[in-house]
T-cell receptor, first 114, second 112 residues
């Protein structure tokens, strides 16, 4: 599935660094999502954007800051992260409408915090 | 959203059909059944979804019982590349705010 792309695919950062994850969807969808997947744990929903407006924030620490400048792009800005934030970060998109809201996922960014 | 129950793991011989069950006994009338899979360290891949009727696409078939309390994902001719964790999810289709809750899934191992 190449409809949702994420960059970088791998990222290593120190606890004092600031970095950003980027997601782009080429499917014409109007909702985008950030998920976190820690080792041996199920996916956890972090943020939801619909029509570029944040509609859900699942008690995510403020060191994670999302940004959705338009319906095709989603960013996750990272600062002063902790080693326990090391995980696979997944972006997804979907189209509003009846008949279910299938989410399509990107390949993920593997983040390691030292 | 209704909770789902899946076996932790399953094995299947290459070339045979893989039948993955899912129980969702508390599903409500407007909740869809979705199946995704995740190959190690990759993003989840959408497979199929349905509401009441059985569904088939190029990847799999979805059989939903008449009372909708359980379903089965069928991979008709499993290959080694089908080895993955398979997630069964039920959710309401209408409200974008109600999102996918991924449980632990079923780890399918396709054996040569």
């Amino acid at each position: 599935e190449t409809g949702v792309t994420q960059t970088p695919r791998h990222l290593v950062m120190g606890m004092t660094n600031k970095k950003s994850l980027k997601c782009e969807q080429h499917l014409g969808h109007n909702a985008m999502y950030w998920y976190k997947q820690s080792a041996k744990k199920p996916l956890e929903l972090m943020f939801v954007y619909s029509l570029e407006e944040r509609v859900e924030n699942n008690s995510v620490p403020s060191r994670f800051s999302p940004e959705c400048p338009n319906s095709s792009h989603l960013f996750l800005h990272l600062h002063t992260l902790q080693p326990e934030d090391s995980a696979l970060y997944l972006c997804a998109s979907s189209q509003e409408g009846a008949g279910g809201r299938t989410q399509y996922f990107g390949p993920g960014t593997r983040l390691t915090v030292l | 959203d209704a909770k789902t129950t899946q076996p932790t793991s399953m094995d299947c011989a290459e070339g045979r059909a893989a039948n993955l069950p899912c129980n969702h006994s508390t599903i409500s009338g407007n909740e869809y059944v979705y199946w995704y899979r995740q190959i190690h360290s990759q993003g989840p891949q959408y497979i199929i979804h349905g509401l009441k009727n059985n569904e088939t696409n190029e990847m799999a078939s979805l059989i939903i019982t008449e009372d909708r309390k359980s379903s089965t994902l069928i991979l008709p001719h499993a290959t080694l590349r089908d080895t993955a964790v398979y997630y069964c999810i039920v959710r309401v289709g209408r409200n974008y705010g109600q999102n996918f809750v991924f449980g632990p899934g079923t780890r399918l191992s396709v054996l040569p």
